[in-house]
């Protein structure tokens, strides 16, 4: 039986191996523990250093602001905020997840 991190890395070396561009994580360290979590970053990290893109859906905003670029919080399946990294901080994005 493999742990969740190891099924983690499983789904994303298959995604790797197909030469896939673009990764769906949906809440991808939920149940991980915390060195899994570490590695399933780091691995994100390097595949957008190669021009792999991840579409990260977390409700661990820390995870999430460790590896994406953009952020786009939606609430009752509307998009409430939409913004670059650059232009945000963990905190402004925390702000926005507990006021809608």
């Known amino acids: 039986n493999l742990s969740g991190g190891q ?7 298959r995604a790797v191996h197909f030469k896939k561009r673009v990764l769906l ?6 149940a ?23 579409v990260f859906v977390t409700h661990n905003l820390y995870h999430a602001y460790q590896v994406c670029d953009r952020f786009v919080i939606m609430s009752h399946g509307t998009k409430v905020f939409d913004v670059d990294k650059a232009d ?13």
């Open 32 to 54: 991980l523990s915390v060195r899994e979590t570490e590695a399933l970053l780091n691995q994100v990290l390097k595949l957008k250093a190669e021009n792999v893109s991840s």
């Open 88 to 100: 945000t901080s963990i905190g402004q994005l925390t702000e926005y997840v507990v006021l809608t």
């Open 7 to 13: 099924k983690q890395a499983v789904a994303i070396a």
């Open 25 to 30: 994580l949906d809440e991808p360290t939920s």
